[in-house]
């Protein structure tokens, strides 16, 4: 760090190549924008898309090993190696019908069909050390492989579908899209669950709006050797 960065409080890191200096406390999403790089428009928190967009990978000073975080939610250190992690589809589609899933008799018939690859867990915790979150990834998709499906979903509430378990688990398994299947199996064998359906009322009423003039939220076009942003 440089004598200037430190009198001013300011911690200097490396974010997809580039060397940042950002003021102690802001978060890595925030420590991107204030440095004048453009965000692509799918970054939940900023009112444009879906959570989970703002995957990356951080080394921190004096670490062997990278870890997962989101970028919004992890603060700077001085000294951190940050990269951007790309958007990555799964691996094949998981095709189901939401009015099929009316018979809880039948839930772990229904899971066996639509995710066959959840019995071939190998434990190895790969999905639970990259969830930023801290959900037990692991234990959800044992409990659904058992066909404990409520149990599973409820696991789940606060997946934001990064899908850094998706690239994390060596079966292939897309645990982010197995939950989301087990949530939808349990939403449609009973009520809807009230922050939902309070979220829902928000947004009718008009009390949460997208700013599409957000900060970063149109940015310039870019030339294809330019900066790279998260997606």
């Known amino acids: 760090m440089s004598d200037h960065a430190a009198a001013s409080g300011a911690v200097q890191l490396t974010f997809d190549g580039h060397s940042i200096h950002a003021a102690a406390g802001v978060s890595l999403l925030q420590a991107w924008l204030q440095a004048g790089y453009p965000l692509t428009e799918n970054v939940g928190c900023m009112g444009q898309g879906a959570c989970g967009a703002c995957r990356v990978l951080v080394r921190r000073r004096g670490e062997r090993l990278a870890g997962t975080a989101l970028a919004c939610e992890m603060l700077v250190e001085d000294g951190m190696q940050v990269s951007f992690v790309d958007h990555f589809p799964a691996r094949r589609v998981h095709a189901y ?135």
């Not at 669950?193 to 310039?220: H, K, V, W």
């Open 97 to 231: 019908d939401l009015r099929a899933l009316t018979d809880s008799w039948t839930a772990l018939d229904q899971i066996d069909a639509v995710f066959p690859e959840a019995r071939h867990c190998r434990h190895c915790s790969g999905c639970d050390r990259a969830c930023p979150k801290g959900i037990e990834v692991q234990r959800m998709v044992n409990l659904a492989a058992a066909g404990q499906a409520n149990a599973a979903a409820a696991l789940f509430d606060h997946c934001v579908l990064c899908n850094l378990c998706v690239a994390a688990c060596p079966e292939h398994i897309d645990p982010a899209h197995l939950g989301q299947f087990v949530r939808r199996m349990s939403a449609s064998l009973t009520l809807r669950p009230s922050d939902l359906i309070t979220r829902l009322r928000e947004i009718e009423a008009g009390l949460q709006p997208i700013d599409f003039d957000a900060p970063g939220a149109n940015p310039p076009a870019q030339d294809p050797g330019s900066h790279r942003s998260p997606s």
